[in-house]
């Protein structure tokens, strides 16, 4: 093992909705050395928006709705005496009253995924997004801030080519984080984990049915034509972090 592989890491995954978001939480999760959390600003969130999500009075009561505490938790010890603290966080959830000093104390990383495939994904959940629903323009605006606050190009990774070629691409980001690659991450055991949200039963029951990643397959399903406007500024936003991506 590498110096690197010994040195903290504390990783925030920076995702919108429906963009394999619980299944690279699954991936990390299944390493030995590895401490996830599942969306830990989501409590403040729904607090402070008072948006009618499901379950959102039982997420306030149950979890930190405290921003400055929960930073404190992200940046401190990581939990269980491991060495890296990945952190599975939705980029809409950092409101503007948040913040920002502590992302510096973070390995910021950043997932995308093609805005059509999104937004069709996004509306079966709620059936007419909006572009801050998205979490497309707080995902720009926080990789602008992070890369102005580390004087380097953070981390990008794109959900297709996660899902065309799992193993290389978590393995270059891997490479790119300092950490060592383990099979681990290829495959898990069916089922919930104590480390998800209580959400999960909302949101992840494919997840929840899988036990490795599954081949990409192609969608074809158009975005109705309400949503024509969104998705164009989706794509405006997407264009500009692509060309930023990893690639294996």
Known sequence: MSDSDSTPLRLAMWCGPRNISTALMRAWGNRPDTFVVDEP?????????RLPHAMADEIIERYEADWEK???????PIPGGNSI??????????????????LGQVTNCFLIREPREMLTS??????????????LPQQLGLFNHVRKLTSTVPPVIDSTDVLRDPRGMLGALCERLGVAFTDAMLEWPQGVRESDGIWARHWYPEVETSTGWRAYRPKDEPVPDALSEVLEQCNEIYEQLYPHRITA
């Not at 929960?70 to 401190?76: D, E, N, Y």
């Not at 959940?125 to 909006?130: A, Q, S």
């Open 122 to 135: 996004l509306m079966k959940k709620l059936p007419n997004p909006t572009l801050a629903d998205t979490a």
């Open 70 to 76: 929960v930073a404190a938790w992200l940046t401190g």
């Open 41 to 49: 600003l989501y409590a403040h969130y729904l607090r402070e928006t």
């Open 85 to 102: 603290f990945y952190q599975k966080q939705m980029c809409h959830h950092i409101l503007p009253g948040i913040g920002r000093d502590w």
